[in-house]
């Protein structure tokens, strides 16, 4: 009963009533009002004293020893899992510790159970370039990274995300149709090579096969000038990673003879990019349509690689600044980006 139905029922006794007559009156069973008042055998008490009396619980089946073991065995190896943790846990009166509980005592200090984020492995030297890239631009403004035109490639592919997908379901109802995850055999993929600006999205163009130096340096022709004047200005600065069709010396020549400035990008470097950004989230964007062949893919990629709006790329470029600063601090190591 709640405390409403607790004061009603002391104050209903204190008339006289019988325990039949309250349970009737509150619409709540005789037995419900028996062991109220069994548990609360002065009827003179507070609103205050009738709330529900703090339990002890259960035991714990763990010790402190235990507990101590449990946390230093997680902390010294993240990587570890519960079942091993379990395995060599000391036992207390030969009872074995479930995983369970083990997850139950992390949590109680603190520690979750997550997928490891990606980041890319750095050498010291990849690391050192970072640092010095970093400390090169931290001062540079957003006004200033407006002017940047972004480049890369990626790929997207047909289907649903890859990966497990999770349904509540009744039992022997596996392979009704809301149950199921549709796969696609031999789906395919398409690559694609785009750019972006604080302005918005650029071009998104298929490649199809390796990116060599000349099929890359017939991109940079046909639309880097373009792109980067419409999307820039007429003085913008060039970005590309280090991939060895980008560095190759026609391409750089070209850049040079155009007059335009190209960043001075650090390898391994693709938390510091925001096109990398736009690539995750059209590959999520693409993944939830669910195309469901080659044709239906480069449709539905250029609809949603045109839909970014300039408020998502400015608020990406606008994270470079804190992106530096984050390398800075790990003295180049990754950022959480």
């Known amino acids: 009963m709640d405390l409403t139905k607790r004061g009603a029922a002391i104050a209903l006794k204190r008339t006289g009533l019988s325990q039949r007559e309250i349970g009737r009156r509150l619409e709540v069973p005789k037995s419900t009002i028996q062991q109220f008042f069994r548990v609360h055998r002065n009827s003179r008490l507070s609103n205050a004293d009738l709330k529900d009396r703090r339990r002890s619980g259960r035991p714990r089946c763990t010790t402190r020893r235990q507990d101590r073991f449990i946390i230093r065995s997680i902390t010294n190896d993240p990587s570890t899992d519960t079942s091993t943790v379990a395995a060599e846990l000391p036992t207390q009166d030969g009872r074995p ?13 603190g ?24 400390e090169a631009h931290i001062n540079r403004t957003v006004d200033e990274l407006k002017n940047v035109l972004f480049s890369d490639e990626s ?5 649903e995300n890859h990966g497990q997908h999770w349904t509540w379901r009744m039992k022997g109802e596996e392979w009704r149709g809301e149950n199921r995850k549709q796969t696609i055999k031999f789906a395919g993929h398409v690559s694609f090579w785009c ?4 302005a918005g999205p650029g071009s998104m163009i298929e490649v199809d096969g390796t990116m060599t130096s000349a099929r890359y340096l017939a991109l940079v022709r046909r639309h880097v000038q373009q792109d980067g004047e419409r ?29 335009k400035q190209l960043l001075n990008w650090p390898a391994n470097s693709p938390d ?17 349509r669910n195309p469901r062949d080659i044709i239906q893919l480069r449709e539905i990629a250029q609809e949603e690689w045109n839909s970014f709006s300039p408020e998502y790329t400015t608020a990406l470029i606008s994270s ?17 980006y």
């Open 97 to 109: 510790v479930s995983e369970r509980t083990i997850r139950r005592r992390a949590a109680e200090a």
């Open 111 to 134: 520690l979750v159970h997550r997928v490891k984020r990606n980041a890319p492995l750095l050498t010291q030297a990849q690391r050192a370039n970072r640092l010095r890239f970093a």
């Open 155 to 159: 790929s997207v592919e047909c289907g």
């Open 195 to 198: 750019n972006m600006s604080a």
């Open 231 to 259: 999307l820039c200005g007429e003085h913008f600065t060039f970005q590309q990673d280090n991939h060895s069709a980008h560095n190759a010396e026609e391409v750089l020549d070209y850049i040079e003879t155009q007059g």
């Open 272 to 288: 510091l990019s925001p096109i990398e950004n736009m690539f995750a989230c059209l590959k999520r964007n693409v993944a939830e």
């Open 320 to 336: 470079i600044p804190l992106r530096l600063q984050e390398v800075i601090q790990n003295r180049g190591g990754p950022t959480s």
